[in-house]
């Protein structure tokens, strides 16, 4: 991309891109670099900034000829991103996965995807085989001294955070169970009690399905020990991809959809795709209260929740008898059907993500929800540090277009709460990925600070590097990667301590 084609604009009106641009980021990373320097092309690095963004995504799409029938079903690779006083290094690394190293041996897919990948040879082939692949794709923490690779069916894999080096499948020093399942969107906690904690969740679903909430401290001698744990069980199946945490509750919404696993069993669907909204039931808010918080003990709450399917949460707050959570809806669970190629997907055919703020009323037992924006989006998030609080800035990823489904090429800071918005856009020929929003450590306003994004550039078939400034998305910073890095899912900041003066 010429870096004319990098603009920041508030002009929504223009929904152009040429889908060969998009589609050329779903690409195999054949290199693996240790602290390559980046060449900054534009602007200069904050000398504030100290620390890894580390990032997780699918890295292996194709093996042998086959494609992955969905980008979720390749395998995960870290790509960590050091600052240290103005000098930016990357590295990235593949999760040497059971399964990752089984398939490059063979060269070929040998386990099927949950989002659809098949095994060579047809529904015979795969009828039947019901093992997971832990792909270890979906998001990158650090927890104690370990780097955990997080992918939600399973456990995680454990990665030495200098050298990204695999060191295995964890439990956690005890804490998981072989085979259970790990949340790969963990909730910092940035010390509504005393210290910092890391929220997570573990589901076990089935007709009547299992929630276990663990806490972990982060911080001091004890960090990665589990420091509570609580388990409930909820009538009904439920996909839980993420949650949303307050200082007293953890918040899940139980979304209203059927699973029947038949197809799945006879080779002819992934897992995922087995799944389906059902207009009929009742989607739930099921809150369960923190160990830590002043409802610690008590029984969860259940209130019904609006119409729609939620991947995402931003954030969620109290305030006097009301929790207040936003989320991001869409009309049903968007998949990617048997005969589709993702990479050819008409956006138009798949429905669109709405920010909305659902306030829920203990005294009344009622839910009203408002629309924040109308405007496609995702990746959504907060000031860390309003983690839980109400918060009045977020950032996240949009598509070009004012409204209606389409690429995400665009970061928005929305005012949640007069819904001001402003812009950075990477249109025509970029494609944005999960903003991280990283506070000034020397400010102490809520929107002082940078947001960091990868960004596909279409024109040199490569990814960018973008840094803006969090206050109003101006341009502090955009350097190239030598490599190309598909569309990412999740990251985080772990900011490290500048050297002593
Ligand atoms: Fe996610």
């Given at each position: 991309m010429k870096q004319s084609a990098l603009r920041a604009t508030s002009d929504k009106t223009s929904a152009h891109f040429d889908q060969h641009d998009w589609a050329s980021?779903?690409?195999?990373?054949?290199q693996e670099l240790k602290n390559v320097p980046l060449t900054t092309i534009k602007g200069s690095i904050p000398k504030e900034l100290f620390g890894n963004l580390y990032r997780n995504g699918p890295?292996?799409?194709?093996r042998n000829g086959q494609w992955v029938h969905?980008?979720?079903d390749g395998d995960g690779m870290i790509v960590s991103i050091c600052f240290n006083n103005g000098d930016v290094t990357l590295s990235n690394q593949f999760i040497r996965t059971e399964a990752w190293e089984e398939e490059e041996k063979a060269g070929k897919f040998i386990y099927r995807g949950v989002f659809g990948t098949q095994k060579p040879g047809g529904p015979i082939a795969n009828a039947f085989d019901l093992r997971l692949k832990n792909i270890a794709n979906t998001n990158v923490i650090k927890l104690g001294d370990q780097l955990l690779a997080l992918w939600e069916a399973a456990g995680p894999h454990a990665l030495n955070?200098?050298?990204?080096?695999t060191i295995g499948l964890s439990n956690l020093n005890g804490v998981l169970k072989k085979g259970e399942s790990f949340s790969a969107h963990p909730r910092f906690?940035?010390?509504?009690?005393d210290r910092p904690r890391m929220v997570t969740f573990g589901v076990k679903t089935g007709p009547k399905s299992t929630i276990r909430l663990m806490e972990f401290a982060?911080?001091?001698?004890?960090?990665?020990?589990?420091i509570s744990d609580r388990k409930d069980n909820f009538d009904g199946f439920a996909f839980l991809h993420d949650f949303a945490i307050t200082p007293n509750w953890a918040l899940f919404l139980q979304n209203a959809i059927d699973f029947n696993p038949l197809p799945f069993i006879l080779g002819q669907k992934g897992a995922a795709q087995c799944l389906k909204s059902n207009p009929k039931d009742q989607a739930k808010f099921l809150l369960i209260p923190r160990d830590?918080?002043?409802?610690?003990g008590q029984a969860p709450r259940i209130f019904n929740a609006p119409k729609g399917f939620v991947f995402h949460h931003l954030n969620a707050s109290e305030k006097d008898e009301e929790i207040i959570i936003e989320s991001i809806y869409y009309k049903d669970f968007p998949s990617i059907k048997p005969n589709e190629d993702f990479r050819k997907i008409?956006?138009?055919?798949i429905p669109e993500g709405i920010l909305k703020r659902c306030h829920i009323s203990f005294s009344s037992n009622q839910i009203s929800i408002t629309n924040l924006s109308k405007q496609c989006c995702e990746f959504a998030m907060v000031n860390p540090l309003y983690q839980g609080l109400k918060a009045n800035y977020s950032w996240m990823a949009v598509a070009e277009r004012a409204e209606g489904n389409g690429p995400l090429q665009s970061i928005k800071k929305l005012?949640?709460?007069?819904l001001e918005e402003c812009f950075w856009s990477a249109s025509p020929r970029g494609f944005v990925s999960e903003p991280i929003m990283i506070p000034n450590?020397?400010?102490?306003?809520?929107?002082e600070g940078w947001v960091i994004t990868l960004v596909w550039n279409g024109a040199r078939r490569a990814t960018d590097l973008v840094i803006l400034n969090?206050?109003?998305?101006?341009?502090?910073a955009i350097l190239e990667f030598p490599i190309a890095i598909p569309y990412g899912l999740h990251g985080n900041w772990v900011s490290s301590n500048p050297p002593k003066q």
């Open positions: 980021a779903y690409c195999n990373v054949d890295g292996k799409l194709e969905h980008p979720f955070p200098s050298t990204l080096e906690d940035p010390g509504h009690h982060t911080e001091g001698v004890a960090a990665g020990q589990l830590c918080g002043a409802y610690a008409n956006f138009d055919s005012n949640l709460n007069t450590p020397t400010s102490k306003s809520e929107d969090a206050s109003d998305l101006s341009e502090q």
